[in-house]
């Protein structure tokens, strides 16, 4: 059960992530149907899914920008499962701690995986704080050179 394999956390990454998907495909086929959750559930069933599509395609990259580029869609839809799953919790929809608890601790730990892979593949002078950000936010990695 994937439910099962989000607990233990497989240590391969293309494991963890299809595991994930799993978890999510499970969790979403159990929502209740109506208008509004079929929307939400959709959303979290496509990012859900695209993190481990997106990371296998990151391993089949041809070069480091590529690499960046994938691993980069990975930490967006596993961030943006994150808030999907905190919708449904939030408005009840899903039964607080357990499943959805197990669920958003993976999709936490998936973006640290994949900044944590990212982060020393990007030049130093790529990292830069842009002006528009007031202070005590940190580093935010820019990519754009990446593509000229």
Known sequence: ?????????????GARTEAFA???IQLVEALPYDSV??????????????????????????????????MSIVEEEADECAYWLELLRDSNLVPQGGH?????AESDELVAITVASINPLIPRSAIRIPRSIGGGHGPVRRTDHLWR
């Open 37 to 70: 959750t079929v929307v939400r559930g959709k959303q979290l069933l496509r990012a859900g899914t695209s993190v481990g599509a997106n990371y296998r395609a990151a391993r089949r990259a041809e070069s480091p920008a590529g690499f960046i580029a994938k």
């Open 1 to 13: 059960m994937a439910g099962a394999a989000i607990g233990r956390a497989p240590s391969d990454l």
């Open 22 to 24: 799993l978890a999510i």
């Open 100 to 104: 959805i608890a197990a669920l958003l």
